[in-house]
């Protein structure tokens, strides 16, 4: 192999796949990160067995070739380089990278490039086309309620629903769940559920950063698996088995409480309190006051035997009963960081049942938040 690529292009491609190379693999390839061309470009690969990432960068290329090289040292090497052309040579015999830069010259020792697990190629033309910008922010609204406890992978997916025109990605951590439908530009021939993977969904989030590209999803049948293509990336990921429990049974269909609010003095609101209430049990008081002749009031509050009090005020439009009710304060302000829009409206039962947070003005997003006990 023989490549000429700019250090720029080379150190924004290592960015994007290093954050699939495995951390604690017995098989030392997997620390490494696979750099070979491929059709006059050159591309970067980088994977734990369970996610995959590969990208391809402009690249003068002399000489067909690959090897894998260790990622750390080659991404802080490249980091470390002046903005100019970085050549690569390869010598097969010795399985040796040699890299110059300006006046810097290296040679990093990397294992064949045969031992690296082959990447699956997707069939394109039988993939569903997503938009870019619609995609990401439905993964960035429904992601982080995913769970972190490995002991229920189920609850560390996030569900991927497509049915005719229609999207619908869904998670839950068993406290909340955030759901986020979207329409499709072509309709799918056959229904398909799938799980994949919340961390795999944040990271085709992150690399995802052309607005006007889009997303083809294809499913390799048989290999459980799912494979995201864009047009200068690829991120693939094993799907997670099991059952999604059937989340539409607990999304309330009705309320006695309707509490409209803006968005960015709600958010605020959360961060003052959350100072408190980090110190103690992370739970907040929502005192609902519904007002007849106008506005009503939110009073916010939190409180810690070790710190102190905090309450804040906000104005609301309140239809229906009063009613004081509990929270995490970092699930609400979680979530009222992922919705846009100026206004939200909160809609509740009674302090013991699940309330729901949606965006006014915008259809689709609906996250259903459990309260806390009162005490």
Known sequence: MKASVSQQELAHGLGIVSRAVSQRSTLQVLSNILIATDEGRLRL?????????????NAVIEEDGAITVPARTFSDLIGALPNDRVELMLNERT????????????????????????????????GVELNVVTFKEMIQQV??????????????????????????LAATDGFRISVRSDSLSAPVEKPISIIVPARAMTELARIATDGNETITMNIPSGRGQVIFHLKDAELVSQLIEGNFPPYEAIVPRSFKTHTIISTPAFAKACRQSEIIAREGNNIIRL?????????????ISSQTEETGTSEVQLDANIEGDGLLIAFNVSYLREVLD??????????????????????????????????????
Not at 45 to 57: D, F, H, K, R, V
Not at 143 to 168: H, M, W, Y
């Open 143 to 168: 992601a982080f309620a995913a769970s972190a406890d490995e002991a229920r992978p189920v609850l560390q997916g996030v569900l991927t629903q497509l049915e005719g025109n229609k999207i619908t």
């Open 287 to 299: 005192h609902l006051q519904p007002h007849p002749d106008g506005p009503g009031v939110v009073e």
């Open 338 to 375: 992922v919705i846009k829009t100026p206004n939200v409206i909160l809609e509740t039962n009674a302090n013991n049942t699940p309330a729901t947070i949606k965006p006014i003005g915008e259809e689709g997003f609906t996250h259903v938040i459990m309260p806390m006990h009162l005490g």
């Open 45 to 57: 690969s980088a994977t734990n067995l369970e996610l995959g990432i590969s990208c391809w960068i």
């Open 95 to 126: 399985q040796t990278l040699n890299i110059k830069c300006g006046s810097n010259v290296t040679d990093i020792k990397g294992i064949d490039a045969q031992e690296y697990p082959p990447m699956p190629i997707p069939k394109l033309s039988e």
